[in-house]
């Protein structure tokens, strides 16, 4: 069975070739051209959301923000479309929950490669058979749950989040370059180049506070978390 992708984007031309393009890698395509549009065809069939973040009845956030809120809903990844000057939509939609963003103008062939990226990384993790929970110091990540806890409070994190702080422990100790990092967690290629990974660590280590200064930066080289905590 095919995977159900939803595109949620109002300019016709964008709209239609994306589409086009999705339908001749065997995935089954619907399309929408505004927020209301969408929610009426969306439902947790779908593999996928391809979401526009400027659309005429409103901001593509706020059903990103709705989506993560649902029990239903929540684990269906979302792609979202910016400008290529919203850095600040950009950091709200990781933050929402969003599982990657793509810039307008963009590249068909990179948008398939993520979108592909994406799906293969949720299919292994359902195969994936891990252990309980994983300890540093004061943080604690339970993998069954998907919770992390600093300092016995729990923190919230993004399924891309949990998934890269999970890679950077695993691994303590080991610098990880930004292509390796993009390969293992994100599951790009190297013929993606994005710094998404910069994105992602900053927002990281805000989010793990004291324990934030264990994710160093490598210059030149990329990032690693410290083998044992102080």
Same mark, same amino acid.
């Given at each position: ?14 709209? %239609? ?18 927020? #209301?549009?969408? *929610? ?43 400008? %290529? ?15 990657? &963003?793509?810039? *307008? ?14 799906? #293969? ?8 058979? +891990? ?20 300092? *016995? ?21 080991? +610098? ?25 660590? #900053?927002?990281?280590?805000? %989010?793990?506070?004291?324990?934030? #200064? &264990? ?16």
């Amino acid at each position: 069975m095919s995977n159900k992708i939803l595109i949620i984007e109002d300019e016709p031309d964008i709209r %239609k070739t994306i589409e086009y393009n999705l339908s001749r890698e065997g995935f089954k395509i619907f399309t929408a051209a505004s927020l #209301k549009e969408g *929610k009426e065809l969306l439902d947790k069939s779908f593999s996928l959301l391809v979401l526009d973040l400027m659309l005429p009845d409103g901001s593509g956030l706020d059903l990103c923000r709705e989506l993560k809120s649902n029990q239903e809903l929540m684990n269906i990844p979302i792609v979202i479309l910016t400008a %290529k000057d919203d850095e600040v939509d950009k950091v709200v939609g990781f933050e929402l929950g969003a599982d990657d &963003y793509v810039t *307008k103008p963009f590249s068909v062939r990179e948008l398939i490669l993520r979108i592909k990226a994406i799906l #293969k990384r949720g299919s292994s993790q359902k195969n994936e058979t +891990v252990e309980i929970e994983r300890q540093f110091g004061d943080l604690v990540i339970d993998i069954d749950s998907h919770e992390v806890f600093v300092n *016995k409070e729990q923190i919230s994190l993004t399924a891309l989040e949990f998934r890269l702080l999970s890679q950077l422990i695993d691994r303590r100790g080991r +610098v990880q370059s930004r292509d390796q990092l993009l390969s293992d967690v994100w599951g790009y290629s190297a013929e993606v180049t994005t710094r998404t990974v910069d994105t992602h660590i #900053k927002r990281l280590r805000e %989010k793990l506070g004291t324990m934030g #200064k &264990y994710v160093q930066t490598i210059r030149g080289v990329g990032y690693k978390f410290s083998r044992t905590p102080d």
